[in-house]
């Protein structure tokens, strides 16, 4: 089982990205995991920003993503999405995905809730 995050890139301030994840090797099962993004700027810890649970229907944010960043996932490409809008430089970081599997039950924002990481895409954003 992989991770494969993609859509990282340099922008300016105010500009928008998003970010991919294609969880390879999960099968059908992947439907049935909840996904998450965190990030880690530079001399920072890793943190949590946003996550989905397997079916789609509740999505967790960051205070400081709300209303800028949206997440969503598409079960049937096993793939999940990270939509960054209004990046802020504060935003720079390499950015990870992480699968929530097997379910453990500590919450969507702790990351000893997850067990798969992709290898991280890193975002750049200057003002």
């Known amino acids: 089982v992989q991770l494969q995050a993609s859509g990282g890139g340099s922008v300016k301030a105010g500009a928008s990205l998003r970010l991919s994840c294609e969880a390879v090797?999960?099968?059908?099962?992947?439907?049935?995991?909840?996904m998450a993004w965190f990030r880690q700027g530079t001399g920072k810890e890793r943190d949590f920003v946003a996550a989905i649970n397997w079916y789609g229907g509740s999505t967790y944010y960051a205070d400081d993503v709300k209303g800028r960043f949206t997440i969503s996932r598409d079960n049937a490409e096993s793939l999940v999405y990270l939509q960054m809008n209004s990046l802020e430089p504060e935003d720079t970081a390499v950015y990870y995905c992480a699968a929530d599997f097997p379910y453990k039950g500590l919450g969507l924002r702790e990351q000893a809730e997850y067990d798969y990481w992709g290898q991280g895409t890193l975002v750049t954003v200057s003002s």
């Open positions: 090797g999960f099968g059908r099962t992947y439907s049935r995991v909840s």
